[in-house]
């Protein structure tokens, strides 16, 4: 399987990670030699075997549904690059 | 003449508690020794004020006879645990300014039974690398050195490596998703373990892949490693995957008696071109092994060889989802926009100024096997893979196998900038023989055991059943004693 330009273009999109259009074929080439080493895993029999979920066969401890903390706004927004009037702040969203 | 710093903390804690030494001595020890390394590039945000802070408090404790074993003892902490107030980064421009509002529950532990902060560590960003030179500080360098190159310390734990190895802090914290721990523990000559799988709480430690995640101690003895790895184990309400289990006490297991365990040597780690000098190695810690009464057995773990390839599907696909939060909204790097630019813009821009070109491309690659039409071929093969890897292991153990044997990396530390010009995949065959570790979510350590032909240390790596550190410890400290590993780098820095 190999990754042409445009796939490159639709995952870097995906991702949300902007690529310049020059930097794409490089993208894909390394892109499409990590998959080829990936392709080894096609010689493995795997029929019948479940996808591993988890390494651990123990069930997960769920807590109690309570409120455990509140009333830290500004330790919330202390490390946003944009907060005004308690929120977080961003580009005009809705038109 | 020892200095304190040079001590380990088996030694420092019993020199505390006998009034021999002061907290706050061995703290200026530490202090001094960091700020004259400059040129290792390990400790990138030092926190002295902490230190003494903590220090001074630990004195006290000791004092009033109130001391547990890491009280006093000043460590490093890895870049990737979030300390409160002080800059925790995972070495990413992503994360440039960002200073928790929390404490990990690592640290918080740390702390609680006295420890001392020094600082934090350099790193892989975001732990993807396997020579810290990935990391947005610049690379870590290893106080090895046989000639006129500097080497790579091994990554991603490659701050904490050098930082111990050079003796600037008595032990560091680390994160292991796929050898972080073990291979640059091997590369600097110090020990470093892996717990299993929720036998350390991830709580507060920036996410890499979180089924395979998981942090342990960086020492310079495999008894610190015991001593400091109980210290952060333990059930979290936090981590939903903590184990509800009680930890032994680590140091009480290290009787240095195996014989009659059974130690399997896997036959499918021997790789073709597998350098003479590890084949040496091993051989000798097997012969090391025996002569301590265990019993060697070979034995076989059919899937290792699909262990990288099913590693670099899923710890992508994981870290795709993760790193998903670093957006330029709440907290870390947003990029200047532009007239006109919207939310979608602000996304693509500040992830493509904040992350490096490995942790783009472990994205994209997620982002790739997570994709509508591939997630079966990619993803949900490799996950089906994992299980089959697992069971090799629990097959092994089935049959009586109390620990493995294993090289820890397949070569010694390299020059820094060699691997410029590689493929991505030549980078990640230094985990070849870590990886199925983390896959398998088992215990696994690293020892130094010798020194190859030009003077760098080498390691092996012991594999122990889940959950069984104590029995895993046991086994390292006969290979560490057998070995008699006692070299030190010498002072260039």
Known sequence: ?95 | MTSPNELTIAAARDALRAGDLSAVDLTMACLTAIDASDGLNAFVHKTPDIALDQARAADARLRQGDAPDLCGIPLGIKDLFCTRGVPSQAASNILRGFRPEYESTVTTRLFEAGAVMLGKLNMDEFAMGSSNETSAYGNAVNPWKVDDRRLTPGGSSGGSAAAVAADLCLGATGTDTGGSIRQPAAFTGITGIKPTYGRVSRWGIVAFASSLDQAGPMTKSVRDAAIFLAAMAGHDPKDSTSADLAVPDFEAALTGDIRGQKIGIPREYRMDGMPAEIEKLWAEGIAMMQDAGARIVDISLPHTRYALPAYYVIAPAEASSNLARYDGVRYGHRAKLAQGDGITEMYEKTRAEGFGAEVQRRILLGTYVLSAGFYDAYYNRARKVRALIKRDFENAFAAGIDTILTPATPTSAFGLGEMANADPVEMYLNDVFTVTVNLAGLPGIAVPVGLDSKGLPLGLQLIGRPWDEAGLLNHAYVLERAAGFVAKPAKWW
């Open chain 1, 1 to 95: 399987m190999s990754i042409d330009i445009a796939t490159a273009r639709k995952v870097a999109k995906l991702a949300r990670i902007r690529v310049e259009e020059a930097q794409l074929p490089k993208l894909a080439e390394q892109l499409s030699g990590i998959l080829g080493f990936m392709e080894q895993l096609n010689e493995v029999d795997v029929s019948g075997v479940e996808p591993m979920v988890s390494v651990t066969p123990m069930r997960l401890k769920r807590r109690k549904d309570v409120v455990t903390d509140g009333n830290i706004q500004a330790q919330i927004l202390k490390n946003a690059p944009d907060a005004r009037e308690g929120f977080f702040a961003v580009p005009k969203v809705v038109e």
